[in-house]
Structures are given as C-alpha cells and as structure tokens.
C-alpha cells in the first residue's frame, strides 16, 4: 500500500495511508492535519516501504516540563538535606549542668531565684534569640522545600497527565459526529 508523508507546521512529516484520504489526522505536536484528497496524495513526498519511519528527536513542551519537574524534585531533596541540618537542637541536661558549674556565687544565687520564680533557664536572652533565629531558618527551609516539592510534582503530573489524545483502534481518531 501506499504511504506518503504528510508535513505538519512543526517541521515533522506525519506518515498516511491512501485509505486515510479525507479525514484528520493528528501530528505528534498535537495539531489536527486535514489528510489531503487520493488526487492531491500524488503530490507529497511519498514513504518507501523499505525505509523506517521519520521520527523526531525534538523536544515538545511536555519533555520541557517534566525534566524541570524532576530538576524540582531533585532540588527539594538537596532542600530538605540543608533544612535537617539547620534544625534547631535543644539544651540537653549535661549543657545546662556544664553552665550551671561555671556560675559565680552571685550568678548561682541569681539562678536559683529565676528558678524558683520561672523554671530552669541557664541562657542568656542573646542565646535565645539565636535560638529562635535558628528556628526561623529552619522553618523557612521547610516551607522553601516544600513549595519547591510540591511544584515539581505537579510540573511532572501535567507532563504526563495533561493532553492525552484519544486514539480510538488502530491509534485512528474517534469518528466525527457527521460522519
């Protein structure tokens, strides 16, 4: 049977069928191409039978999107890494024995009415604020990664989800509905 090639605005060339004469075609970019009369066949570039295919190796937009989706996801891991590591620790019992050794008798006194009136606290309000700036950064770098996550999640869903065309059997277009 005879087989011609069929060119699409993109720069690819579709292969068709002479039985295929008058209907829709669909390129590979996802453009409707009107498969052109037997009459006006004659005038395309016909396909050898013994020659493959033309296909193409151009990337589309979908390709685009999910290798910036994985590139996405892939950052969100190095993310997480630099977050787990600025995690602000807490003072362990032995810090707060260490601190409270190094006290002058005044500092002692000063100490044990704190705690008698607020709890235990050998730290000073500087050391505190580092503390809750540590925290901050560490809150941010989990809000960072996972906005940077869950966008490359969806970036690689639409890839792969988003524009399926029905191909009916034989990979041909469902029929139209005056046909």
Not at 44 to 65: C, F, H, M, N, Y
Not at 88 to 105: D, V, W, Y
Request: hydrophobic share 40%; proline share 7%.
């Amino acid at each position: 049977m005879n087989r011609y090639l069929l060119p699409c605005s993109c720069g690819r060339k579709i292969p068709i069928e002479v039985g295929q004469a008058g209907q829709t075609a669909r390129c590979e970019c996802g453009a409707p191409l009107k498969v052109p009369t037997m009459l006006e066949m004659a005038a395309l570039e016909k396909l050898d039978s013994e020659s493959p295919p033309v296909k193409s190796t151009a990337w589309g937009i979908r390709q685009g999107l999910a290798l910036l989706g994985i590139v996405m996801v892939l950052a969100s891991l190095v993310l997480a890494v630099i977050a787990y590591r600025s995690r602000p620790g807490t003072p362990s019992a032995e810090l707060i024995r260490e601190r409270c050794q190094e006290f002058s008798p005044v500092e002692s006194l000063r100490y044990w009415h704190e705690l008698r009136d607020d709890g235990p606290d050998p730290f000073s309000r500087r050391e505190k604020e580092q503390h809750a700036d540590v925290g901050r950064r560490f809150h941010l770098w989990v809000t960072v990664t996972l906005v940077v996550a869950a966008g490359g999640i969806v970036l690689v869903a639409s890839a792969l989800f988003g524009g399926k065309v029905y191909r009916g059997k034989k990979g041909g277009l469902p029929p139209r509905s005056g046909d």
